[in-house]
């Protein structure tokens, strides 16, 4: 994760959380230009997320609840005013794209299938996000009718062509994400925390809830290919989750509601 010292000022955060950050550097860690993301260096360190009022709420109740599983990170305060700011601690170890992960392949294929399959086979019966799958299906089926879609990038066994051909195979086949997970709803490498090649645990868990299996597996294999520049890493991926669990066939599905995503 890159940290670039922060030297602004940020006046508007709220007073319960003003002190976490007093005489402390702090860092922008922030990847994408929707939510800003602030490393507090102070103690064991803190993270401070801001994004859109509202926009938080599920994050910091999909946190608290990785936590209480020994999954994630403490939340230490969630405020929603003109925005919403959640501050947590840091996890401790580097994401799965540091250099010492990148280096070891195969090793790293294996480890982030492995902690997926242990993460799914997860007691999720009080989990406070009960219908992630509908939810999910909900959210592609609105952004195909206001016409939001974005064909991303994606290994050419996922691929599609075009928002038709995805919903074409979306309408048919969605019926077929059936499975009851626990899941971390965004499994990319950034998200994944390993001390010393063990799982410390998983971070932006606003996604989550209980879904179906194939959501997470599509994005490890994603990121797999993504973050490696290779799509070597899919079958194997596979093999190390476990094939018993693990079909193929609806990953594409998986594929053409994210293109709604």
Partial sequence: MKKTLFNGTLNEIPDDIKHFISEANIYDTSCSPEAKVYF???GNGYYLKCLGKGTLEKESKMT???YSKGLGA???NYVSDDSDWLLTTAVIGDDCVHERYIMEPERLCDTIAYELRKLHETDYSDCPIPARTEEYLAVAEKNYRTGNYDIFPCPDSLSYHSAKEAYDVLTVE???LQSKVLLHGDYCLP???LNNWNLSGFIDVGNGGVGD???DIFWGIWSLWYNLKTDKYHERFLDAYGRDKADESILK???AAEVFG
Avoid: S, T
Wanted: positive net charge; aromatic residues 10%; charged residues 35%.
């Fill in 40 to 42: 507090i260096d102070k």
């Fill in 174 to 176: 969605k019926d077929a």
């Fill in 213 to 215: 299996r194939h959501i």
């Fill in 191 to 193: 998200n994944i925390i």
């Fill in 74 to 76: 403490e939340v230490l």
């Fill in 64 to 66: 608290k609840y990785f």
């Fill in 253 to 255: 599905i998986v594929a």
